[in-house]
């Protein structure tokens, strides 16, 4: 006899209760390159302390970040300094990653 799931998922809150985590901003930053500076933008990006992920998608953007800092303030010079500075970058447009 199969076994019945729980018709309400688990709330993502009571998964990590007991881990001690601390509230960081976050970020996807999506990227218009120039195609032939796209494996350059990529190592630069590996370069920058704050990106947990980058990966090259095709569609309207050419590459989207993962990126974390302490607030909204340090993702901001994040892109401005470190991400809009990378050569082949035509545009950077940057998604705050909110909670509801």
């Given at each position: 006899m199969e076994e019945k799931l729980s018709e309400s998922p688990i709330p993502f809150s009571e998964l990590l209760k007991d881990i001690d985590v601390k509230d960081k901003s976050a970020a996807y930053v999506?990227?218009?390159a120039t195609p032939s500076e796209i494996p350059y933008i990529m190592e630069e990006l590996s370069k920058i302390e704050n990106v947990r992920s980058a990966?090259?998608?095709t569609g309207v953007y050419d590459i989207i970040v993962f990126l974390e800092g302490e607030d909204q303030h340090e993702i901001g010079r994040i892109v401005i300094k470190n991400i809009h500075s990378i050569r082949g970058?035509?545009?950077a447009t940057t998604c705050m990653v909110v909670k509801i």
């Open positions: 999506l990227i218009e990966d090259v998608v970058v035509k545009k």
